[in-house]
């Protein structure tokens, strides 16, 4: 009889643990998930190997002399810039008749080092499609940094992955897995491949067979929750195709970082990721609800999928911020919300950045925060004018020549010092016009103008192609990076300030000719505190050793970033580029606390890609 009650009670708890399965189901049937769009495994064969998106975008100088952005997929495509070559001629002091392309093809790579045993266990065709090509071993050896692109462009790559698996779901990521621990193999994850830590560089001391497990395949989203508002998704999936097929339920993660063209929901969480519309819907450790990752001691999941538990320290935050050094993050559930009924750009114009800033303090202290709000200084409001179009027609250009006749003469308002915020509201539409009266309210109190609708939508759209700038930049002999960082509202301006003039200081210490480049913006608020973007670059040309130049500088500036009380990154993460300052950051005490978690979820060190611990 004990032994019939205990039956019964075990299935009725498995009843009641039905709740972890989907409660409203992709396509409406229970069971039936939905797989979305995603790059082809052949990525190179859309997305550049050597350089930022897509292969049919880029600045180019076209046969007029004129700067245009080739291809159709942004709002910019096909647009000549006439105010571009001027920018970069008399503001950056580069010299356009002179190109220095890239090699034509992509460099030799090392022929695989091949552990015999784990090739034969996965070519089965069980685990997913391999491959040892080279322009696919080459593709997911690097992300973005400036040091990555600049070698492929002009370089041999060092150590790259021996082979690349595709598994399709999380079965065939645990037996992988396995295999690899069996036999001693180093598994490096790769999502969208976007990362600018050098997170993805093969370590050059790795005597291991290296395979890059690409989880590209696995983009399905496993059933959507409109009652509880939450989605069960792979870790695979690209952000702007999710948030494409979410919009088919009726429902969003709003989380919309500069990369989400590319990048994947598991790379967000293995770097602790943010995105444009923080304000509203969170960062990702905001919209994390469970997350399930395998690691070479097993897989690592929550028991329930609930808003919040106190049962010790939370796993996810083991999980969050990873970076490949753990395990492959493989399936998410994540907040959503309902599409907005309502979405409002808007512009506003400041005397100065200091005005922005105290601005963007009180929009915080208010709590009226738009879904996203940025505020740049003065040389990119600079930059962001010499990236306009030409005005369609002469009635736009009086239109726009009055603007500005207006903003400098009439309000005083000098060229040289003013600084443009980017708004972006989203709600209901009485959320948001309660919302922009009080933002624009705050904003008068600070001198603050209304810079109109189209410049707000235009702004933050061209977030979208300011990474295939530094490409251009490298066509005429200009080395360039961006970096953020999280500081206190009472530091904003002090660390903005001294990091620019540190950056323009390391320059002319090391020689660099032309006009450097150093600017900022602050990309996100908080009630305590920001998050600021630097923009930095100069001409390389007559340095022996660029690479190293740069290398010095952007160190420079990372260091002022600390010295000023700013964060070691806000939302980068750490990759091998701030394994120096990890120390620092976390005390010797945190980081042992961190090195004890891998040594015993990973002793082999299978997930040896050599990130984030220093």
Not at 97 to 122: R, T, Y
Not at 377 to 384: S, T, V
Request: net charge neutral.
């Amino acid at each position: 009889p004990e032994v019939s009650v205990r039956k019964k009670h075990m299935e009725r708890l498995a009843k009641l643990k039905q709740h972890l399965q989907p409660v409203a189901c992709a396509g409406g049937s229970p069971g039936k998930d939905v797989r979305t769009e995603c790059y082809p495994t052949q990525r190179q064969t859309v997305l550049k190997w050597n350089g930022w998106g897509y292969k049919d975008s880029a600045f180019e100088v076209n046969e007029q002399g004129n700067i245009v952005f080739r291809g159709s997929r942004y709002e910019v495509s096909g647009m000549e810039l006439p105010f571009f070559r001027k920018w970069m001629e008399e503001e950056r002091g580069l010299n356009l008749d002179e190109m220095v392309p890239p090699q034509a093809a992509a460099p030799p790579v090392h022929k695989p080092h091949l552990n015999e045993e784990f090739v034969g266990a996965v070519r089965d065709g069980k685990h997913g499609e391999v491959s040892f090509a080279d322009d696919d071993r080459l593709f997911r050896s690097h992300g973005h940094t400036c040091q990555e692109i600049y070698t492929l462009r002009h370089g041999q790559p060092g150590r790259v992955p021996d082979m690349v698996i595709w598994p399709s779901c999380t079965a065939d990521v645990e037996s992988i897995v396995r295999l690899a621990t069996t036999h001693n193999v180093v598994i490096i994850p790769i999502g969208g491949g976007t990362t600018v830590t050098g997170s993805l560089i093969c370590p050059e001391s790795e005597q291991r067979m290296i395979v890059s497990l690409d989880t590209s395949k696995m983009n399905r989203i496993l059933w959507v929750d409109r009652e509880n508002l939450v989605a069960r998704v792979e870790a695979g999936i690209v952000g702007v195709y999710l948030e494409k097929k979410l919009a088919e339920f009726g429902v969003c993660t709003g989380h919309e970082p500069d990369s989400q063209e590319f990048s994947t929901v598991g790379g967000w969480v293995a770097t602790r990721a943010s995105g444009m519309k923080k304000n509203r819907y969170g960062n990702i450790e905001d919209l994390l609800v469970s997350v399930k990752m395998v690691t070479p001691s097993g897989t690592v999941e929550k028991s329930c999928q609930v808003p919040r538990m106190s049962c010790g320290p939370d796993i996810h935050h083991f999980i969050m911020g990873s970076e490949g050094t753990l395990g492959v993050i493989t399936e998410v559930t994540l907040k959503v919300r309902r599409l907005p009924e309502c979405q409002q750009f808007g512009s506003l114009v400041f005397p100065d950045f200091e005005s922005g800033v105290a601005c963007l303090r009180e929009i915080a202290e208010a709590k009226c925060q738009p879904a996203s709000l940025r505020l740049v200084d003065n040389e990119q409001f600079q930059f962001g004018r010499a990236l306009k179009p030409a005005a369609a027609g002469l009635v736009a250009h009086i239109v726009d020549s009055l603007k500005t006749l207006y903003v400098t003469k009439v309000k005083g308002f000098q060229p040289t010092a003013l600084c443009v915020a980017t708004v972006m509201f989203e709600g209901t539409n009485e959320e948001v016009a309660t919302q922009k009266k009080k933002v624009f309210d705050i904003a008068a109190r600070h001198k603050g103008l209304n810079g109109g609708e189209e410049n707000g939508k235009r702004g933050y759209f061209l977030t979208f192609v300011i990474a295939y700038l530094r490409d251009i930049g490298f066509d005429y002999k200009f080395i360039s990076e961006s970096f953020e960082t999280s500081v206190p509202w009472t530091r904003v301006l002090d660390l903005c300030r001294n990091t620019k003039d540190r950056i323009l200081a390391e320059c002319k210490k090391h020689g660099c000719t032309g006009k450097p480049l150093a600017s900022c913006r602050v990309t996100q608020v908080y009630d305590e505190g920001a998050c600021v973007y630097f923009y930095f670059g100069f001409s390389y040309v007559g340095l022996e050793r660029p690479l190293d130049v740069f290398h010095e500088v952007e160190v420079a500036g990372r260091d002022e970033c600390l010295a000023n009380g700013g964060s070691i990154s806000h939302h980068h993460g750490v990759g091998k580029v701030r394994k120096r300052w990890v120390a620092e950051t976390l005390s010797d005490t945190g980081v042992q606390m961190l090195r004890a978690v891998k040594k015993d979820i990973d002793p082999k060190n299978i997930f040896g890609n050599n990130n984030l611990l220093p």
